[in-house]
Structures are given as C-alpha cells and as structure tokens.
C-alpha cells in the first residue's frame, strides 16, 4: 500500500513569505503529527491531528499552524517566514491517536523548506 | 518534561563486528521507547519499540535493544553489522503515563552510525 506522501519535496522561499505543506497518511490512518528537522535543534513535534482536531501542540510560535480534512490529509503552514525555519519538515501517520500500547509512526519522506 | 540523550553523535564500527548505539532518556511515567533509523533523503523507518514486559526486544533487519530501567537507558544493538546499516539513528520517548501525549514523541538527538567494510 502507498507510505506518507508529502508535498512538495523541495521548496525556496524567502523571507516574510507564507508556506504550506501537505501531507497524505496511509489508508486507513486517522493520526498525523508533524516534526520539523533541523541540524541544530534535531527532530521537534510541532502538532498533532486526529479526526480534524489538534490534540498536542508542540513548543513552537503561532507562525506555525495546521489543520486536518475529513479524509485525513493534513496541512501545515507557516507565516512570515524567517531564515531560522529552514528545515526538514516531516509528517507520520498511525492508525490511531496515542492508544495504550504505542503506536507506531510511519514516516513520509519529508518537505525540505529553504528561507533565503 | 521528558528528554532522551544520544551521547555520540558518531559511530564506527566494522563490517561483521558487533554495533551498539546508546540512548538514555529520562520521562516523569512509564517510558514507551522507540527506535528510528533515517537513511539520506529519506523519513524515518521504525525499528523497535519496547512498551512493557521482556526487557530485551528484538526489530527490524536483525537490531534488538535491552532496556534497562535502573539505569534509564535503551541501548540499540546487533551482533554482526552491515554496511548498509550505515545510516543516522534516532531514539525517542513517550510518557506511557500520560494519557494525553498521543504520538507525541521526545527524539534524542541522532547518532551516526558508520560501518566500513
């Protein structure tokens, strides 16, 4: 069956500008979370979505939003975009949301978000 | 808040020589810990989980990891490894305590792990 897609794979943006990523989980997953990858800061959460709800949030600024479609899709944006959001952003599906007994995370292969 | 500390940034080892790749963490409930590996352009792929029970657990493409809960570590190993396992490894926590966490999950932050032929 198809892994996580994410698009684009590769984006230029400068300063001040707006972005937005898209990310489809496999069939049948309900729960998306994002994480941004930096050489700097390593992988952080940024969000996660299940049944079009936000249920975690992670330790960045309001710039960084996202939202999740009736079929699962997910997007995330991020606003006014500063040099210091270059990064890797990666997006992973699970079947269900935090059950007991830990869900796996499936993995896309990321966006990978340049600010000049 | 929880945490999880990878102490090399780099390994090297030999082709057919044994490999471990350390991780400890440090979470306030029970630790459910993971390990991900990350080939280059690519998103991270699961290797193993332990959650409860047998403190040794056997993954993906021959890697197991003990974990030691005195000692608050979950060291990644293999008995002979490849050069295709040349890759950036990742460990990661979740607070099994937490019924709120979701997928939220703490990485470290990466060990290289180098295997010459």
């Known amino acids: 069956k198809a892994g996580v897609t994410q698009t684009p794979r590769y984006l230029i943006k400068t300063r001040g500008q707006q972005v937005t990523l898209s990310c489809s989980p496999i069939?049948?997953?309900?729960?998306v979370s994002w994480y941004q990858q930096t050489p700097g800061q390593g992988l952080q959460f940024l969000f996660e979505?299940?049944?079009?709800?936000?249920?975690n949030k992670g330790n960045f600024p309001g710039r960084f939003s996202g939202r999740q479609f009736s079929n699962s899709r997910s997007e995330m944006n991020v606003s006014t975009l500063e040099l210091g959001d270059s990064a890797l952003y990666l997006c992973?599906?699970?079947?269900?949301?935090?059950?007991?007994?830990?869900?796996?995370?499936?993995f896309g292969a990321g966006s990978r978000l340049t600010v000049l | 808040a929880q945490s999880v500390a990878q102490p090399e940034d780099q390994v090297n080892v030999a082709e057919g020589n044994p490999l471990t790749v350390k991780c400890t963490y440090s979470?306030?409930?029970?630790?459910?810990l993971f390990w991900y590996v990350q080939y280059p352009n690519r998103g991270l792929q699961f290797l193993l989980k332990?959650?409860?029970?047998?403190?040794l657990v056997k993954g993906s493409y021959g890697f197991e990891a003990e974990f030691n809960k005195s000692q608050t570590s979950f060291h990644l190993k293999k008995p002979s490894a490849l050069v295709s396992d040349s890759a950036l490894y990742f460990c990661?926590?979740?607070?099994?305590?937490?019924?709120?966490?979701?997928?939220?999950?703490?990485f470290g932050g990466g060990t290289r792990l180098m295997v010459k032929p």
């Open positions: 069939s049948g997953h309900r729960s």
């Open positions: 990661a926590v979740r607070d099994g305590g937490n019924n709120n966490a979701g997928n939220m999950l703490t």
């Open positions: 979505y299940f049944s079009e709800t936000q249920r």
């Open positions: 332990y959650i409860t029970g047998d403190n």
């Open positions: 992973a599906s699970s079947l269900l949301q935090g059950a007991s007994g830990a869900n796996v995370l499936t």
């Open positions: 979470v306030s409930g029970n630790p459910y």
